[in-house]
């Protein structure tokens, strides 16, 4: 063995020893590593199951849909509307706003297309959602006492709510949603030309008066909207929360009452 720069070096022999056994090393590892010819795998088979019935999308002819000029019915402007009935049937599939796409039933109005007294409340609530019909369930049943005292029946009067459509879990509307729909409520107030109205709730009187006041404040008096005379009073669904507030509501229907007959009277009168 040579040694330099203090290292120790493989004599020729131990070099060509140690090579051999390295490429003896090599093809042994080379044949072990040959392909061992295993047996073939197991063929998973799925076991194909009953067929199941075949869903066949109802034919929807979406062609339009996409077509910028293309009108659809809740597009229409409200006003187009001649009658309730087409101002029904335009909306009834409304999605100008995201309650078109949770409500159950589109919730128009009930009532006298002709009625001299119209009643607004603010949107549908459960009860309403799924019988496509305002004031039903406790509240509308206290609405039909109230009515009855003044000497009206549901037949008499029509009734309505300033959104069409229920919000989620009976939240407060959003301004957006409260735009996109009153103008269905002031085409039925056209068609309707009611001689006086009635809000229901505080969100349906500070919606049609414009204001930011409490209802608490704004009942008790006759104010105008558009032209027409309207009374503010509290929400059935509140009477039956705070019957403290029976007393107040009875007194701004009897004050409804009178009015309408005033103006009845005075109508008639001048034709
Ligand atoms: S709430 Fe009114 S605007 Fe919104 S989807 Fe219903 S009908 Fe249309």
Redesign the pocket.
Request: proline letters at 10%; glycine letters at 4%.
């Given at each position: 063995m040579l040694i330099r720069e203090g290292k120790r070096l493989p004599s020729e022999e131990t070099v060509i020893a140690l090579r051999r056994e390295v490429e003896s090393a090599a093809v042994a590892r080379s044949q072990s590593a040959a392909p061992t010819p295993v047996e073939p795998a197991a063929r998973v088979t799925a076991t194909p199951s009953a067929p199941g019935p075949i869903v066949v999308a109802p034919a929807r002819d979406d062609s339009d849909l996409f077509d910028a000029n293309a009108e659809h019915p809740?597009q229409r402007h409200p006003s187009s509307s001649g009658s309730l009935g087409e101002l029904h049937d335009n909306?009834a599939a409304?999605?100008?706003?995201?309650?078109?796409?949770t409500?159950t039933e589109?919730v128009f109005g009930v009532g006298n297309p002709n009625a001299g007294v119209m009643f607004v409340g603010e949107?549908p609530g459960r009860d309403e959602d799924l019988q496509g019909e305002p004031f039903v369930g406790r509240a509308g049943q206290l609405l039909n006492k109230i009515l009855e005292a003044i000497g009206f029946t549901r037949e008499d009067v029509y009734i309505a709510n300033i959104?069409?459509?229920r919000p989620p879990g009976n939240r407060n509307?959003e301004p957006s949603?409260i735009a996109?729909?009153e103008p269905?409520l002031r085409r039925q107030i056209e068609l309707i030309r009611p001689l006086i109205l009635c809000t229901l709730g505080a969100f349906a009187a500070k919606t049609m008066l414009g204001v930011n006041t409490g209802i608490t404040k704004l009942r008790g008096q006759i104010h105008d909207y558009h032209g027409i005379p309207l009374v503010p009073t509290f929400h059935p669904a509140a009477l039956l929360r705070n019957p403290n507030w029976k007393r107040p509501t009875w007194e701004d229907v009897q004050m409804l009452r009178r009015e309408y007959d005033r103006l009845r009277e005075a109508s008639s009168a001048s034709s």
């Open positions: 809740w909306y409304c999605r100008r706003c995201p309650l078109g796409d409500r589109f949107a959104l069409k459509c509307p949603e996109s729909c269905i």
